[in-house]
């Protein structure tokens, strides 16, 4: 078995030298909607030396964003999986987040479920290893996923997700994202009580409580917000809800409010904050661990980061 480290050096090397790495084998899918029978495309990508006869592999779930389908491809996340040895599955859930049936439906999640259980089917998927990733979207969709079906789920991973659209529609409601909410939830908060509870039900925050037996890993660039569409807030207020459905202590409003400005600091960092984690390969300004729940706001904006998302889970399996 490679090391971490080796494995870090492998990922950079890749990364560097070739522009676009494709898995051993990246197959098309078909798949249909359990609840209204809807073709949903996915991509399935086989790592190199997958046999299947052999040893189940890792599946990692790899999340688009919110304005991404299932033809956006993240050419790092396949990378680093691939040095692991894991399947990778795209799945679409309903495209982009502008229609009622995406943006968090009950068919989106629903779809992804579904193309889960469709590989397990026909793929030699290790059971006790299938993980979840995904950015801004994705990671929305990563924590609400998390939350409302945690059974799934061996550990997930969320970068720069969005945690409650109500209050990301107040930042945008003038822009394509406050449309596109507008268009999925049936109208702007506030316009009635059906349309209240289609934000509540489509937001992590409403459900993250369901997730405090799932390895989380939540984390955000410091800068978003300022130069990226999702503040740092929503990863925080994510982490202090799985925090508090356990009785343990979250972020405090002091500190979210102090590294929420721009250029923002901790007054009084924790110990567990001067963390230096050579996954990131970037400076960390908070984290913090509630149960099984750890959250980073790091050197960075929009972003994800393929190979700490990939370290993270590795390191995590359903027991026995």
């Not at 720069?160 to 268009?183: C, F, P, T």
């Not at 993250?208 to 990226?228: E, F, K, S, T, Y």
């Not at 979210?256 to 001067?274: C, F």
Request: one cysteine or more; glycine letters at 8%.
């Amino acid at each position: 078995m490679m090391s971490s480290a080796l494995r870090r050096w492998v990922v950079l090397v890749w990364l560097w030298f070739v522009p676009v790495v494709s898995a051993a084998e990246r197959v098309t899918l078909s798949v249909a909607s359990s609840v209204d029978r809807a073709e949903q495309k996915c991509y399935l990508h086989l790592p190199q030396g997958y046999d299947s006869q052999g040893e189940p592999r890792p599946l990692l779930v790899h999340l688009h964003s919110w304005s991404g389908d299932v033809e956006q491809r993240n050419v790092p996340q396949e990378v680093a999986a691939e040095a692991h040895g894991w399947l990778v599955l795209t799945p679409n859930f309903r495209g982009r987040n502008d229609r009622p049936e995406a943006c968090g439906s009950q068919l989106a999640q629903q779809d992804i479920l579904d193309a889960v259980a469709w590989v397990q089917a026909r793929y030699r998927v290790d059971p006790r290893r299938i993980y979840l990733t995904g950015s801004s979207g994705g990671g929305h969709m990563t924590l609400l996923m998390a939350g409302r079906h945690p059974q799934v789920w061996a550990a997930a991973s969320a970068w720069v997700g969005i945690s409650d659209l109500a209050a990301w529609h107040e930042m945008h409601a003038k822009d394509r994202y406050g449309q596109n909410m507008r268009n999925a939830c049936g109208g702007a908060p506030g316009t009635n009580a059906k349309i209240d509870d289609e934000y509540r039900q489509r937001s992590p925050l409403t459900h993250l409580a369901g997730a405090v037996n799932v390895p989380l890993d939540i984390a955000a660039g410091i800068h978003d917000g300022h130069r990226g569409s999702v503040p740092i807030r929503h990863s925080l207020n994510a982490f202090n809800v799985v925090a508090a459905a356990q009785k343990l202590t979250g972020v405090s409003d002091a500190e979210i409010a102090e590294l929420s400005v721009p250029g923002g600091r901790l007054s009084r960092p924790q110990p567990t904050d001067y963390v230096i984690d050579p996954a990131y390969l970037r400076a960390i300004y908070l984290r913090r661990q509630a149960g099984k729940c750890r959250v980073t706001i790091f050197e960075g904006g929009h972003e994800g980061l393929a190979e700490a998302a990939v370290e993270f889970l590795s390191q995590h399996a359903k027991p026995e």
